[in-house]
């Protein structure tokens, strides 16, 4: 997700991010995959992503190895809501 710059530092990412985690709770998903980039421009988002309980995890799906990607995985069932 991005949001534009006018718009940044009003919660806005973590309200987009806690509706999609509330949503997968509620389709009783298990594990939420994401993946983002590793430009500094990302560095936002990976700390709000580790700040509602991602951590770093291999590839997945269709996935493959991506020097330019960092992929990331939320356990929902041990993670609380934020």
């Known amino acids: 997700m991005?949001?534009?710059p006018a718009f940044r530092g009003r919660g806005l990412a973590r309200e987009l991010l806690?509706?999609?985690l509330d949503k997968?709770?509620?389709g009783h998903e298990r594990t939420v995959?994401?993946?983002t980039g590793v430009a500094d421009l990302f560095v936002p988002a990976r700390r709000l992503y580790?700040?509602?309980g991602f951590v770093r995890c291999g590839p997945y799906g269709e996935y493959g190895p991506?020097?330019?990607s960092?992929?990331?995985r939320l356990d929902l069932d041990a993670a609380p809501a934020f």
């Open 66 to 68: 991506d020097s330019l």
């Open 50 to 52: 580790a700040s509602a």
């Open 33 to 35: 995959f994401l993946e």
């Open 24 to 26: 997968a709770r509620e």
């Open 70 to 72: 960092v992929f990331m």
């Open 18 to 20: 806690e509706f999609v």
């Open 2 to 4: 991005r949001i534009a």
